[in-house]
């Protein structure tokens, strides 16, 4: 089976920065989307940056300009930068991996930002 680890969460101050990364198990350019997910207290689960096979991304108006997504496809890993941080950052953040039809999700890395 597919598996998504994800790894870089942790506690920071208003305005730092953190990386995470999402290592899986296979070769990512076998998906057809890759993208980053956080689900905050009380609040569903939203998109916050996706890349496509194409290196295509989209970024969640609230994180524009501070985040980027990239990926390293030799090391099968996509990245998520995450630069300016506020406190309503603060969520579990999810990787996922698309298919046409299958898709796969990591167990989530969490991110708290102090103010």
């Known amino acids: 089976q597919v598996q998504l680890v994800e790894s870089g969460g942790g506690l920071v101050q208003t305005g730092g920065s953190l990386r995470l990364s999402c290592a899986a198990s296979g070769s990512i350019s076998s998906f057809r989307t890759m993208g980053w997910y956080r689900q905050a207290p009380g609040k569903q689960r939203e998109l916050v940056a996706s890349?496509?096979?194409?290196?295509?991304?989209n970024y969640a108006d609230s994180v524009q300009g501070r985040f980027t997504i990239s990926r390293d496809n030799a090391k099968n890993t996509v990245y998520l930068q995450m630069n300016s941080l506020k406190p309503e950052d603060t969520a579990i953040y999810y990787c996922n991996a698309q298919r046409w039809v299958e898709g796969y999700w990591g167990q989530g890395t969490q991110v708290t930002v102090s103010s």
């Open positions: 890349i496509t096979q194409a290196g295509s991304t």
